[in-house]
């Protein structure tokens, strides 16, 4: 959210003047973190200046954002929306508030409303994708993750966010329906655009595995562990790609890898998994 916002239109009105004044009072709050009071300028802008959109639009984020009060928010989108009807990124935001309330047609209207205005609006088209998924609507799914991903091959979802989860998702409900082939292909691809991505590295080879391609499995896998040495269910996944290419002293190494570190506490069901392969590999061992 941008600090201040200027009145820069061709004979700015007075109402608009003192409607952006309240605004930037607002943001000032909102920026200090008083969101009750960043409300009051905002809405108090609206007053004076009910055609004032982007004051409507900034009001719906700090109702989403701060607030989670995502019914309003969405009041604040869809405000701003029907001032500036072919604006894309109001859409957008209409379609995440209603999909926090657990609409997800509504949603899904919102969110093609905004691709239909920027074809390369990505970020859209992904939870476009995600929404549709949810709704059991695959195979739209896999056409908005698709846009997602050509519209923006190293898209971001947050600053924290090493990319690549239009990627995922889209291979991920590949595997779902045992299109592991298409799954390889789709990681590959997402690994080559976002290199940092351990998500990614560990989806290729979970879908290498489902492929019987232990070998390759295994280089994933331990490309994952480089990338986050405590990646937990890369370092289980690793012993089993040792195991299933036959490789049993690695399993056995690895394994005892896992259970020794801390991941494995966190992770019980693994843990009591990652303990019975290593005991019938000892046994066969000592046999």
Known sequence: ?????????????????????????????????????????????????????????????????????????????????????????????????LVDQGKLDDAVTQFEKAVANDETFSRAWFRLGLTQDRLGNHTDAVASYT????????LRMSKEDPGGEHYHALADLYLRFGLSDHAVQVYENGV???????????????????????????QSFEATMKQEPGHGSANFNLAV??????DTDGAVAQLESFLASGAATQDVARQAAAQALLTELQEDEEK
């Open 241 to 246: 790609a040792h195991h299933r290419r036959g």
């Open 147 to 154: 846009r997602a991903i050509e519209t923006n091959p190293r």
């Open 1 to 97: 959210m941008s600090l201040l916002v200027a009145c820069v239109l061709v004979g700015c009105n007075a109402d608009r003047t003192a409607a952006v004044r309240e605004l930037n009072v607002g943001m000032e709050a909102f920026q200090a973190g008083s969101s009750s009071e960043a409300v009051e300028h905002m809405e108090e802008a609206l007053r004076i200046d009910p055609t004032f959109a982007e004051a409507a639009y900034l009001l719906g984020q700090v109702y989403q954002m701060r607030l989670n009060n995502y019914e309003e928010a969405a009041r604040g989108y869809r405000r701003a929306l029907d001032l500036e009807p072919t604006n894309a990124q109001y859409a957008y935001r209409l379609g995440t508030a």
């Open 192 to 218: 080559q655009n976002n290199a940092t991505s351990t998500r990614l590295l560990h989806g290729l080879g979970v879908a290498r595995m489902e492929l019987g391609r232990f070998d390759e499995a295994a």
